[in-house]
């Protein structure tokens, strides 16, 4: 169940079939067939799981459109504006110095679930996978069930506002926005 996915954290977790990238404190394991391009600076690493396009230019593969973001200023306006170019089901992960940023495609389609308590960060793909390796335990909050039991919901099986999710843990990462770590 876990083809394609990714787990980050700052927390130790079991590993499961696939790799393990260390970035700072965290740990990134990574499914054997995700795709992962790595660009290592003397200031920046950059990690793209997944695969990104560059629509004007659609020769460049990810690793040489992970040198053309290395080459421009970490956070900066143009930074941000040749993520927002790429198209794909991607998600990068870039740190500067003890600075960390996870931003997924501009449409999110490559989904980023993530969690914050006390010390600890979860990142991942699958909801399951976060309950798979962590002591958390799948919770819907009793405002969230009327919700989910209304006839409208079920009818039109929308999603909850922002960055709500099922559960009481997990949020999801809205597109065009990114998650800080530190």
Request: net charge negative; hydrophobic share 40%; no cysteine.
């Amino acid at each position: 169940m876990e083809i394609n996915q990714y787990f980050i954290s700052n927390l130790s977790f079991d590993t499961l079939n696939g790799q393990i990238i260390e970035l700072g404190d965290l740990r990134i394991w990574t499914h054997t067939n995700l795709n992962v391009d790595e660009l290592k600076t003397s200031q920046l690493q950059l990690i793209l799981l997944g695969f990104a396009f560059k629509a004007f230019s659609p020769e460049k593969n990810n690793q040489e459109i992970l040198q053309e973001l290395s080459q421009l200023e970490f956070e900066s306006d143009d930074f941000f504006g040749l993520v927002n170019q790429l198209t794909g089901r991607f998600v990068l992960i870039a740190r500067h110095e003890n600075k960390t940023i996870i931003l997924n495609d501009p449409a999110a389609q490559r989904q980023v679930f993530y969690h914050f308590e006390e010390n600890g960060f979860w990142a991942t793909s699958s909801p399951k996978l976060f309950y798979e390796l962590t002591d958390f335990k799948f919770e819907i909050p009793k405002e969230k069930l009327k919700i989910i039991k209304s006839k409208r919901f079920k009818l039109l099986e929308e999603w909850f506002p922002g960055d709500e999710y099922l559960d009481a843990k997990l949020k999801r990462l809205l597109p065009n926005f990114y998650i800080e770590i530190e």
